[in-house]
Nanobody, 121 residues
Framework: QVQLVESGGGLVQAGGSLRLSCAAS????????MGWFRQAPGKEREFVAG?????YYTDSMKGRFTISRDSSKNTVYLQMNSLKPEDTAVYYC?????????????????WGQGTQVTVSS
């Protein structure tokens, strides 16, 4: 089992930045693909970014969001810049045993509890 705990969410004004962290524990492995998803009220959970041997993003977030990994700390980060009100959502960290750049919810076996990000206009 893998346990994931997100932190770093909060309230920020439009144009601001936040850095989310995801601390992994349990049977972690650097071979896992780690991902960030988000879910806004009334909407489906959507893929934001992933990191395995490479990093990859949803096109609309490329350039504003950066995913990174510190394997020595078993922690994955999501740096979010130039935030917009439409970025408001609960952000989830997830882990997948799959390679090849998984992007679907079903591809990720382990999930954190989520952290709220609210961007005011």
């Amino acid at each position: 089992q893998v346990q994931l705990v997100e932190s770093g969410g909060g309230l920020v004004q439009a144009g601001g930045s936040l850095r989310l962290s995801c601390a992994a524990s349990g049977r972690t492995s650097t071979s896992y693909t780690m991902g960030w998803f988000r879910q806004a009220p009334g909407k489906e959970r959507e893929f934001v970014a992933g990191i395995g041997w490479i990093t990859y993003y949803t096109d609309s977030m490329k350039g504003r969001f950066t995913i990174s990994r510190d394997s020595s700390k078993n922690t994955v980060y999501l740096q979010m810049n130039s935030l917009k009100p439409e970025d408001t959502a609960v952000y989830y960290c997830a882990a997948s045993r799959l390679g090849g750049g998984p992007r679907t919810v079903e591809s990720f076996a382990y999930w954190g509890q989520g952290t709220q990000v609210t961007v005011s206009s």
